[in-house]
């Protein structure tokens, strides 16, 4: 029987038309980063039960998390789609999804690279490859891996926004600031809507210091990122950070309470934004009181991962920001034995996460001579923290905050609290800084 064939000429077994409908309609979601991709999906299956791709999407949807919780959850998924009828192209794709679930990043990694070199109009594996790029912190191989199959790429193909938009993200991370700007605004006359060319606009903007201009856009557009979206509460933060570079502290802090912290506690991402930015208020000497006890409480969960350094970073933020220093210590204990193990997450412990978590409870305690060697001596690799420039700031700015406080003791407001802590009054400009802090 002649198989059925996605909008990019990919054959997919077990389709049938109702289905393949379906399924388009759950990838263009996914790509866009909207939500209604896990319904349109199961309509598909209930028409196509051995559909395989379908099975295969869903368990993307999951095994692309950062979350371990969510990863593990991708397994019935990749069970189900094994017992069915697979081509090669789709049987790269499954054993993609088994390397993530055994921990094996790269070598799920260099399988999508495999099916994009034999299908470079696989948008599904070249999405999935870019965010395991992102979750180990390489720009230049993302933007490499989207440059190999553009001239694969006519322009008129469903999916091709989308590219666009993965280029505008790979172009800003890389520097390439102009060429993602025209990327973005490609990628957004073919669909206003795409979430992800929103999200990279905003990363141009953050990059290129225009907050004014940054927020204008954030206001304008918003109606296209703010509901929906897989990114919202992120697009929020961005919003929250160019207030912040215009020196409107409290602008941000009112994103924090109307946007961030009523945001899903089991959803990840929400909590390194609202950990980042809390963290990020709290060195311009803003207080965040009672926040940061209930953000310590949603981290609490997370403590024992051992997954994602990234990921433990943002908890120890959270941690130290609310004083909870039973929960760091514990933190720092699961980083210590994770250390020890020959595991992804051990080497990145190993690596770059003990020395980072331990940098920040340092600052935490006011001992800051401890907390600049210990950030300032994070190697060149600290990149594969993961996650955006951005994002990785947050322990530039926490290095400047530090060095400020001891250069300028006359300005440093040091009043000694409960337990010995020290609360330094750290209000320093967000703009980069040429002291050198091998994040970028």
Known sequence: MTLLTDARGQPLSGATPAALAHYERALAASLTWRGGADALLDAALVDAPAFTMAHVLKAWLLAGSRDVRRVRAARPWLEAAAAEPAGEHERLHLAAIGRVLADDYEGAAALLGRALEARPRDVLALSVACGIDHLGGQAEQQRARIERVLPAWPGELPGWHSVRAMHAFALAE???????????HAALALDEGDARAHHAMAHVFEMTDRPAAGARWMNANRQHWSHGTAVAAHCWWHLALFRLAQGDDAAALAVYDERLRAADPGDLSALFDAAALLWRLRLRGVDGGARWAALADAWAPHVDDAFCIFNDLHAMLAFVGAHDWARAQALERTLLRSRQRPTRHGESARQLGL???RGVMAFGRGDLPQAITLLASLPAQAHRLG????QRDVMHLTLLAALEAVRRPARRAARVVSAGEATLDTRLPLARSA??????
């Not at 890389?174 to 973005?184: M, P, T």
């Not at 996650?387 to 951005?390: D, I, N, P, R, V």
């Open 174 to 184: 890389c520097g390439h600031y102009a060429q993602a700007e025209q990327s973005a």
């Open 355 to 357: 020395a980072a978590c």
């Open 387 to 390: 996650g955006s420039h951005a």
């Open 435 to 440: 002291i050198a802090m091998p994040l970028a």
